[in-house]
């Protein structure tokens, strides 16, 4: 018996990514692994009255146990009511299901959107399979997001050593047959930290830091041309603000050369039909950098409250960031009564 996700206090996608479309703004969608991404989460799109989806990988559910996910995403409910969000918006939604199986779970326990990544198999095997999972979700309301196109990069348990381009050709065709709500590009970004290699970038001569190259707003462009209003998602989109890298490595760290997307070409995405941009390495750096910074400088501290409590305010900082001056989610909730 399936849980419905209603009944949590959750919703799908459909109507915010509709008014996102609309209103050239995309929802952030935050991965969390544990309570203090959970907290940081809900503080900064509640107190910013922002739509967010909370994004669980293959790998989180795992490390964090599938029931309590369940019950952190209903409690994330309550705290956003508490926080005074009296008509909150929250998504629970699975990034990158591998598998039927792994999608109807999530289905069954409760999430209100899943991804079906087909993307590396042949494209009338990621038609199939994507189909199936979208048949199954629809009848319990909960949105499904495919992915036409392969990322490069590493997160959790997806490996793609180069990256291809989502064919526009191709894209009307998958969404009529598949029945998806959404779909998931390929026009340059990339997951992890390390998102270019320094011989695709040019260097900054003032910083030293490296400057990736541009996404391909062509491939998007014609994408949108193909399939007008149709939401789309962009993965891989972390910035990696220097910062966070800097103060990992001052206090210990080793992360050369880390490398994101300029948050300008986020806004820019934003604007059109990209309605779903993923955020997850920037929050591991935040977090990261608060941990490290915190023991570095109190090497007496030996309560988790002390250093995670630090890496929680950082990434408060860094998601009311993303809402308000990036994707400019703030204060677009249906109801902000």
């Known amino acids: 018996m399936a849980v419905d996700y209603k009944k ?28 203090e991404q959970l907290q940081a989460i809900i503080q900064a799109s509640s107190n910013l009255k922002s739509p967010v989806i909370l994004q669980v990988s293959k790998g989180a559910r795992k490390y964090a146990n599938p029931t ?24 629970l939604h699975l990034d990158h299901g591998d598998s ?6 999530c289905v069954d326990f409760g999430f209100s959107s899943v991804m079906i990544d087909g993307s590396a198999l042949p494209y009338e095997e990621n038609i199939a399979l994507t189909k199936k999972v979208v048949d199954y979700a629809h009848q319990f ?3 499904v997001e495919g992915e036409l196109g392969v990322l490069a990069g590493v997160e959790d348990d997806v490996v793609a050593e180069e990256s291809h381009y989502t064919k526009p050709e191709e894209v009307v065709d998958f969404a009529t047959r598949t029945g998806v709500d959404s779909l998931a590009i390929s026009i340059g970004t990339s997951h992890g930290a390390y998102k270019f290699k320094p011989e695709q970038c040019t260097r900054d001569p003032k910083t030293g830091h490296l400057v990736p190259p541009p996404l391909a707003f062509d491939v998007l462009a014609a994408v949108e041309e193909q399939l007008p209003g149709f939401p ?3 993965h891989g989109s972390s910035s990696v603000p220097q910062e966070y890298v800097d103060i990992i490595n001052k206090f210990g760290g080793k992360l050369p050369d880390a490398v994101g997307i300029p948050e300008d070409q986020l806004t820019k995405a934003s604007e059109s039909a990209v309605c779903k941009i993923n955020i997850d390495s920037d929050s591991r750096l935040a977090f990261t950098a608060g941990v490290r910074e915190t023991l570095a400088e109190h090497p007496e501290y030996f309560d988790p409250r002390q250093y995670c409590g630090k890496a929680r305010e950082y990434m408060v900082d860094l998601y009311s960031h993303k809402i308000k001056d990036v994707l400019h989610s703030d204060n677009k909730l249906a109801n902000l009564d």
């Open 100 to 105: 039927f199986e792994t999608c109807k779970d």
């Open 68 to 91: 309590l996910l369940r019950y952190m995403a209903e409690g994330a409910v309550e705290y956003a009511k508490e926080l005074g969000c009296n008509h909150p918006e929250i998504v």
């Open 8 to 35: 949590i206090g959750l919703v799908n996608t459909k109507e915010m990514f509709a008014r996102a479309i609309k209103g050239g703004w995309a929802v952030p969608a935050f991965n969390f692994n544990n309570l």
């Open 232 to 234: 789309i998602v962009l």
């Open 141 to 143: 309301g909960v949105t």
